[in-house]
């Protein structure tokens, strides 16, 4: 297909969509959707695509090998569909039973027949008009039973019927007025509806929460800084646990056998460590959380008395590692402080077995052997009187982008920004609720590139058996924001770059076997599916928030890394060309 046809063919699908935007009711009924029970959601069958990484392990892997790395040259878009706004499209497709579920940003939820790409229903929640969105974004939806469940940016926990699009329940998790948000895709067990809330630049004091699937009901609420009383408070200095941040503003993983549900957080606030002197529990940290209770079992901090905004969101994958005929129970974690995490899960902790650097670092000297706590460079910490710069930036080594594990090559796949760095320089105010509690001035230096650098973006692939990079894609021009998608066929499918490129990557070797220029920027994980016997990929394009946020500064201060990307978001499809 050329590059006109498909110029005409996305016009077309944005004519199409632009009747049903305003909408908020159902345009036609789902007749044979399939009920999603706790069985499926642990044992997805290879055509489905339940929840945002396919499975509760966190891989982002589909055993599905129709596509592979022989044939995948033959990919060809089957069809379009354009979702009528703006801004960071993050989410992936999620499938069940040829009935595919999409979030946007401006809290919409729209199902579309995943053959044809035709609409189905689509749902919009009505945003305060006083709502200001700092990540004007969603990452997903969770199915469970007959409905669907989505989170929203004025931190509403919403169920809808997953026939109709009609709202079941909608429960307010917290006040946005405080500075409470929420972008993660809810994580669905044993018919809790669990989720973590956003709003650390705000002051908030972050939490995870779980709810009653059928009626919204509240079950228990835990908070990642722990309060007057309870073991940690000692870390935080007077009152400064009340505002701390440490949100929890991405989906967990979950672990069946060990019934733990692990969690990251974000990193502490205000900004400059030294107005709260002490390790800062729990923020920067993953927690093992007991799914039924919400007492946190164990947990790890990457970073004590985080100082560069290093968020740790991300919940690290769960796999079982073969290692000198020795089968170990681990974790992994690719960090925003740019570091590659294992440990050994427990059901009572959380062991630390190695860390090495996936992209230059220039904060940590030194890791201790035995727990992994990191000593600092004390140039490259701040304060709210003074300024530091360090490697990598505060959007890290792996920001929010999804990283991936393949089972068939034992390979974790991570989408890399290097060379890429920040200055911070202290500018604190008095906290108000509502208002930025960052205590930095964030109207400069937020990312610079390191000299001598001659790339930022990178696709790495690391033998988790053996504890080394085996591969390296490098991006000449780009940052990399891009999810990732690891699949039976040896294929990595991944976007993230300013070229508006959707690329498919052989699983072993990097190499690039196919790309197909989109609408925009891919910044959101693909998923693979199957429908009557044909495998497609899919994906959306849709270019905004840190992505834009990035490419703002190279437009201004780095030419060889300037480019226009246009916004708005399209669904992509892909199958094998006939």
Same mark, same amino acid.
């Given at each position: 297909? &050329?590059?006109?046809?498909?110029?005409?063919?996305?016009?077309?699908?944005?004519?199409?969509?632009?009747?049903?935007?305003?909408? &908020?009711?159902?345009?036609? +009924?789902?007749?044979?959707?399939?009920?999603?029970?706790?069985?499926?959601?642990?044992?997805?069958?290879?055509?489905?695509?339940?929840?945002?990484?396919?499975?509760? @392990?966190?891989?982002?892997?589909?055993?599905?090998?129709?596509?592979?790395?022989?044939?995948? *040259?033959?990919?060809?878009?089957? =069809?379009?569909?354009?979702?009528?706004?703006?801004?960071?499209?993050?989410?992936?497709?999620?499938?069940?039973?040829?009935?595919?579920?999409?979030?946007?940003?401006?809290?919409?939820?729209i199902?579309?027949d995943?053959?044809s790409?035709?609409?189905?229903?689509?749902?919009?929640?009505?945003?305060?008009?006083?709502l200001?969105?700092?990540?004007?974004?969603?990452?997903?939806?969770?199915?469970?039973g007959?409905?669907?469940?989505?989170?929203?940016?004025?931190?509403?926990?919403i169920?809808?019927?997953?026939?109709?699009? *009609?709202?079941?329940?909608d429960r307010?998790?917290?006040?946005?007025?405080?500075?409470?948000?929420?972008?993660?895709?809810?994580?669905?067990?044993?018919?809790?509806?669990?989720?973590?809330?956003?709003?650390?630049?705000?002051?908030?004091?972050?939490f995870?929460?779980?709810?009653?699937?059928?009626?919204?009901?509240?079950?228990w609420?835990?908070?990642?800084?722990?309060?007057t009383?309870?073991?940690?408070?000692?870390?935080?200095?007077?009152?400064?646990? *009340?505002?701390?941040?440490?949100?929890?503003?991405?989906?967990?993983?979950?672990?069946?056998? /060990?019934?733990?549900?692990?969690?990251?957080?974000?990193?502490?606030?205000?900004?400059?460590? @030294?107005?709260?002197?002490?390790?800062?529990?729990?923020?920067? +940290?993953?927690?093992?959380?007991?799914?039924?209770?919400?007492?946190?079992?164990?947990?790890?901090?990457?970073? =004590?008395?985080?100082?560069?905004?290093?968020?740790e969101?991300?919940?690290?994958l769960?796999?079982?590692?073969?290692?000198?005929?020795?089968?170990?129970?681990?974790?992994?974690?690719?960090?925003?402080?740019?570091?590659?995490?294992?440990?050994?899960?427990? &059901?009572?902790?959380?062991?630390?077995? +190695?860390?090495?650097?996936?992209v230059?670092?220039?904060?940590?000297?030194?890791?201790?052997?035995?727990t992994?706590?990191?000593?600092? #460079?004390?140039?490259?910490i701040?304060?709210?009187?003074?300024?530091?710069?360090?490697?990598?930036?505060?959007?890290?080594? #792996?920001?929010?982008?999804?990283?991936?594990? &393949?089972?068939?090559?034992?390979?974790?796949?991570?989408?890399?920004?290097?060379?890429?760095?920040?200055?911070?320089?202290?500018?604190?105010?008095?906290?108000?609720?509502g208002?930025l509690?960052?205590g930095?001035?964030? +109207?400069?230096?937020?990312?610079?590139?390191r000299?001598?650098?001659?790339?930022?973006?990178?696709?790495?692939?690391?033998d /988790?058996? @053996?504890?080394?990079?085996v591969?390296?894609?490098?991006?000449?021009?780009?940052?990399?924001?891009?999810?990732?998608?690891?699949?039976?066929?040896?294929?990595?499918?991944?976007?993230?770059?300013?070229?508006?490129?959707?690329?498919?990557?052989?699983?072993?070797?990097?190499?690039?076997?196919?790309?197909?220029?989109?609408?925009?920027?891919?910044?959101?994980?693909?998923?693979?599916?199957?429908?009557?016997?044909?495998?497609?990929?899919?994906?959306?394009?849709?270019?905004?928030?840190?992505?834009?946020?990035?490419?703002?500064?190279?437009?201004k201060?780095?030419?060889?890394?300037?480019?226009?990307?246009?916004?708005?978001?399209?669904?992509?499809?892909?199958?094998?060309?006939?």
């Amino acid at each position: 297909m &050329s590059r006109n046809a498909l110029r005409r063919l996305a016009a077309l699908a944005a004519l199409a969509c632009v009747g049903f935007f305003a909408s &908020s009711a159902a345009a036609d +009924s789902i007749e044979n959707y399939r009920t999603v029970s706790d069985q499926r959601l642990q044992s997805p069958e290879p055509e489905n695509w339940l929840m945002i990484r396919r499975t509760y @392990n966190g891989w982002g892997y589909s055993p599905l090998s129709q596509i592979n790395r022989d044939n995948v *040259k033959n990919l060809v878009p089957v =069809w379009l569909f354009s979702t009528g706004v703006t801004e960071g499209h993050e989410s992936p497709p999620i499938v069940n039973n040829g009935v595919m579920f999409i979030s946007t940003p401006q809290a919409q939820v729209i199902a579309l027949d995943a053959k044809s790409g035709k609409e189905l229903w689509r749902y919009r929640k009505q945003l305060p008009e006083d709502l200001f969105q700092l990540h004007p974004t969603n990452r997903g939806v969770a199915l469970y039973g007959d409905r669907v469940y989505v989170t929203t940016t004025d931190a509403h926990l919403i169920a809808l019927e997953a026939k109709t699009g *009609k709202v079941a329940w909608d429960r307010t998790v917290s006040d946005y007025k405080s500075g409470y948000y929420m972008t993660c895709a809810p994580l669905i067990v044993k018919g809790k509806v669990i989720v973590g809330t956003s709003g650390g630049e705000y002051g908030v004091r972050g939490f995870v929460a779980a709810f009653d699937a059928a009626n919204g009901e509240p079950l228990w609420k835990t908070f990642t800084i722990p309060g007057t009383g309870e073991p940690g408070n000692e870390t935080w200095p007077g009152d400064s646990w *009340k505002h701390g941040g440490a949100p929890a503003w991405m989906t967990g993983n979950y672990d069946p056998q /060990l019934n733990l549900v692990y969690w990251g957080t974000g990193n502490p606030g205000p900004w400059p460590p @030294n107005v709260r002197k002490g390790d800062n529990l729990y923020a920067t +940290s993953v927690l093992a959380i007991d799914p039924e209770t919400g007492k946190i079992k164990a947990y790890h901090q990457y970073q =004590w008395n985080d100082a560069w905004d290093w968020d740790e969101v991300r919940a690290p994958l769960i796999i079982d590692i073969d290692k000198g005929g020795q089968v170990v129970k681990e974790l992994v974690h690719s960090g925003r402080d740019g570091y590659l995490w294992q440990f050994e899960r427990r &059901s009572d902790k959380i062991s630390y077995l +190695s860390a090495q650097p996936f992209v230059y670092q220039n904060v940590f000297t030194n890791l201790d052997p035995e727990t992994g706590r990191p000593q600092y #460079d004390s140039r490259r910490i701040f304060s709210s009187t003074s300024s530091a710069s360090f490697c990598p930036s505060l959007w890290g080594g #792996d920001d929010w982008a999804l990283e991936a594990y &393949s089972p068939k090559t034992g390979y974790l796949y991570i989408p890399v920004n290097e060379n890429l760095c920040s200055k911070l320089e202290g500018k604190l105010g008095p906290y108000e609720a509502g208002q930025l509690f960052i205590g930095a001035d964030i +109207s400069k230096n937020l990312a610079y590139v390191r000299e001598g650098a001659d790339h930022i973006g990178e696709l790495q692939a690391w033998d /988790l058996k @053996n504890n080394r990079k085996v591969w390296t894609h490098v991006f000449p021009k780009s940052q990399n924001f891009g999810g990732i998608l690891a699949t039976g066929g040896n294929v990595i499918f991944m976007g993230g770059t300013n070229d508006r490129m959707f690329r498919a990557f052989d699983a072993e070797t990097g190499d690039v076997l196919w790309e197909q220029p989109t609408n925009s920027g891919v910044v959101a994980p693909p998923a693979a599916y199957e429908v009557d016997g044909v495998e497609y990929i899919a994906v959306q394009s849709g270019w905004g928030v840190d992505p834009q946020r990035v490419q703002d500064i190279f437009n201004k201060d780095y030419p060889q890394y300037r480019g226009v990307v246009p916004q708005g978001g399209v669904v992509w499809a892909f199958a094998l060309r006939k």
